[in-house]
């Protein structure tokens, strides 16, 4: 009896048909994440360490894409990694350990069957399972329940320990407070560092500050009384009041200050309910999202502080709260605030006064016009100069101009531009041909710019000082100065890397003039659009209009086209 035996495979492929895919290397992207950015952190290092060893075992050539903390998947650039394996830039995904993925299980399988099957291999270095098994799937799913288990239950103890703060009459946060300081023999605090305490002050109670805090109770009761905004605004910094971390007050840090309510005694709690938003996502399945948006004194829960007011008495307390929440909440209907632009010419006006921003208000209820779309009559919308209102730092004392007299005469300068004749075309053309050489010159910063973040993720992957300690090939000491020299010379890239980024912005952008049919058609959508559309089609054509004094006469605007060179700059403090 004879035995089978398996054929030679037939190749029925022919060999000049190979896929690109099988002649070259295999392209290996490392997914680095991390749960704080630290001057003296080793994490990445780590991570990218342990990769680079699975790599070079595995023959991959690697790329680097350095993640953010976040529990979130698009708080992570994982859309972006979607995108290039949409693009088929890379072959291999490499973490350090399956938790690095994702804390959330669903969205984190979700993830890792989307990559699959674009043909991408997710590989964990310490935790190297292969996904493409019965097995193996089943052990990266454990461990990513795993990972969504410990962030659960960190962020209940998170909010044990608000609860534990608000039951205890501790605002949320320990950060200082405009009018209160914590005792004399704290270090003070400085923008951007820890904030320390001593053994005095480690209950968290702040003190009202003797200088400060008169201040703060004398913002409050000018409030209740009806004051506007803008005299106290402008009295604080007649007066050279600074905010808590020493910037001059604008109307929007006075209400910051006065909403928490904290110096009057209360110390407010976001409403849980409104700390996330259900988002729909295209294919149908719904996500939890967080709301970053500003939020008005109606969203918050206030409760009674452990720390004393800016005001002895209780009761004056309770009337001027409730006089300012009245007066506060009877300013608008939805929202107190929005840093949206509303209307078609909103963050193109500039003060040509001090070079400021202009901001928007509403003539007098009791005169307004009709609304529009929804929206403000543009009779009745003015545009003012921020920094007059805001500080009266303006050397012309603010310009006014409303939003109807601003479209007059942007639609005039826009009537102009397409009926330009030949000659003057040709001159517009010269300056568009000096614009595109100094574009050139943005390419050259945009080289250097890659130069230096090349040579930053080279330091950045020769960092290997966190193995070698733990495999005790170097000392501790040898180790610290070693980290030194490094982030010496990390520090003198990111400062060139700064100053790179700081010239590429003042290089303006060139873009063609559109043509005469271009114009016209402009013209007439410009006409018919509403605001939302029209702010689109003007943000596409102008780089800057700045504001003049006087009343509506034809030289109260000057427009500046994305065609033409920039305005000259105005000094701080210099008119025009």
Not at 287 to 313: E, M
Not at 343 to 358: I, N, V
């Amino acid at each position: 009896m004879s035995t089978a035996v398996a054929s030679t495979p037939l190749r029925l492929r022919p060999v000049d048909d190979v896929p690109e895919s099988f002649r070259r290397r295999k392209r290996g992207l490392i997914y680095v994440r991390v749960s704080m950015s630290r001057a003296d952190m080793i994490s990445p290092e780590l991570q990218v360490g342990h990769a680079e060893s699975l790599a070079k075992a595995e023959d991959i050539d690697i790329i680097f894409d350095l993640g953010e903390s976040g529990r979130e998947f698009e708080e992570r650039k994982i859309e972006e990694i979607k995108q290039m394996a949409r693009d088929k830039r890379f072959d291999v995904l490499i973490l350090w350990i399956w938790s690095r993925f994702g804390r959330n299980l669903r969205e984190s399988l979700q993830l890792l069957d989307a990559l699959m099957d674009y043909g991408i291999e997710v590989r964990a270095a310490k935790e190297d399972f292969d996904g493409k098994t019965t097995i193996g799937r089943f052990a990266i799913a454990q461990m990513l329940n795993i990972a969504e288990l410990e962030s659960n239950q960190k962020a209940v103890a998170w909010r044990d320990t608000f609860e534990r703060r608000r039951n205890k009459g501790l605002p949320h946060s320990n950060r200082g407070r405009f009018g209160y300081y914590r005792c004399e023999s704290c270090p003070k605090w400085e923008f951007g560092k820890k904030l320390e305490t001593c053994p005095k002050c480690r209950a968290g109670i702040l003190n009202v500050d003797p200088v400060t805090g008169p201040v703060l109770a004398q913002m409050y009761r000018d409030y209740a009384a009806g004051i506007s905004v803008r005299k106290i605004v402008v009295g604080l910094n007649r007066s050279g009041i600074r905010t808590f971390v020493g910037k001059p007050f604008t109307s929007g840090d006075l209400h910051s200050v006065l909403d928490s309510g904290f110096g009057l005694g209360f110390v407010r709690y976001l409403i849980p309910e409104l700390s996330h938003k259900v988002v729909t996502r295209a294919d149908g399945s719904t996500k939890r999202k967080r709301v970053k948006q500003q939020r008005d004194i109606t969203a918050f829960l206030y409760y009674g502080g452990a720390h004393a007011a800016v005001i002895d008495d209780v009761v004056e307390c309770e009337r001027l709260w409730d006089a300012y929440t009245r007066r506060r909440m009877s300013q608008s209907g939805a929202h107190f605030s929005t840093n949206k632009a509303r209307y078609s010419l909103s963050a193109h006006l500039k003060c040509s006064g001090c070079g400021g921003r202009m901001q928007t208000a509403l003539r007098n209820k009791k005169y307004r016009r009709p609304l529009v779309g929804g929206l403000p009559n543009p009779l009745d919308v003015t545009f003012r100069c921020a920094n007059h209102i805001d500080s009266k730092s303006c050397p012309y004392n603010g310009v006014y101009i409303s939003l109807a007299v601003a479209e007059k005469r942007f639609l005039e300068w826009l009537d102009h531009e397409a009926q330009m004749d030949e000659a003057t075309s040709e001159k517009v053309s010269a300056r568009m041909a000096k614009l595109k050489s100094q574009s050139s010159e943005n390419d050259e910063l945009r080289e250097k710019i890659e130069a230096v973040e090349a040579r930053l993720s080279g330091v950045r992957t020769r960092d290997k000082l966190t193995d070698a300690v733990l495999n005790e090939l170097i000392s501790e000491e040898s180790a610290r100065r070693n980290r030194a020299e490094i982030e010496a010379h990390k520090r003198s890239l990111l400062r060139e890397h700064t100053d790179l980024q700081g010239k590429i912005k003042k290089v303006p952008k060139a873009v063609t003039r559109p043509d005469r049919d271009r114009l016209l058609t402009a013209r007439r959508i410009y006409g018919e659009a509403d605001q939302a559309d029209r702010r689109e089609l003007v943000s596409r054509l102008i780089r800057e209009i700045r504001v003049y004094k006087g009343k509506d006469m034809p030289n109260k605007i000057e427009v500046y086209p994305l065609w033409v060179a920039p305005p000259p700059e105005i000094a701080s403090g210099v008119a025009a």
